[in-house]
Structure formats: structure tokens, C-alpha cells
């Protein structure tokens, strides 16, 4: 009987402190750190400055290129005014042509 109770304290302590590990489970599979209820942790100094870097380095060549070649965005083109397009561009028809003619 009393060997019984102590299997039965063994096992229920047992449980306890597997239930305490597996709450906040942390693993190294080679990708990174993964958690699992908890806050992952925070990157390190040298991280987060590359980090950085190479995000200004990725503005810089946007906003340069932007400033020095428009063309890239607004195409290669002049712009033409439309309202100086001919009806025969257009494929229009005269007014005095058609079935509406007066």
C-alpha cells in the first residue's frame, strides 16, 4: 500500500516537471531559434545593424535610380496631348460622313 502511494507521488512529480519543460519548449533545429509560448529571442547587436544596412542600402538604390533614370517609371516617351490627334488617328470618322449626315 505504501509503495503504491510513492509510485503514485513518483509519477505525479514526474508529470509536473515534464508539464514545466514542455510549457516553454525551445529548440535548435538550424534555422534559427523556435519557442513555443514564449517570446522568441532578441536578435543581437551585429544583426540588427546589418539588418539596417542593408535596408538603407536597398532605399538608396531605389531613391537613386528614381532621381537619375524617371524613365524607368514614367516610361521612355514624351508625352502627347491628345486633343492634337487627327479623326483619321483615331479612326473616327468626318461629322458630313455616315447615316447621321444632315
Known amino acids: 500500500m505504501l509503495s503504491r502511494t510513492i ?15 514542455n510549457l516553454k519548449q ?37 531613391l537613386y535610380h528614381i532621381a537619375t533614370e524617371p524613365e524607368h517609371i514614367y516610361g521612355e516617351w514624351p508625352y502627347i496631348d491628345p486633343s492634337t490627334w487627327t ?7 468626318d461629322d458630313s460622313a455616315g447615316p447621321l449626315k444632315k
Open 87 to 93: 479623326n483619321e488617328e483615331l479612326g473616327i470618322p
Open 26 to 62: 525551445i529548440r535548435n533545429g538550424g534555422h534559427g531559434t523556435w519557442t513555443y509560448r514564449a517570446p522568441p529571442p532578441l536578435a543581437s547587436k551585429r544583426e540588427t545593424l546589418l539588418a539596417e544596412g542593408l535596408g538603407a542600402l536597398c532605399w538608396w538604390w531605389i
Open 7 to 21: 509510485l503514485k507521488q513518483a509519477v505525479l512529480l514526474r508529470s509536473v516537471k515534464n508539464a514545466a519543460t
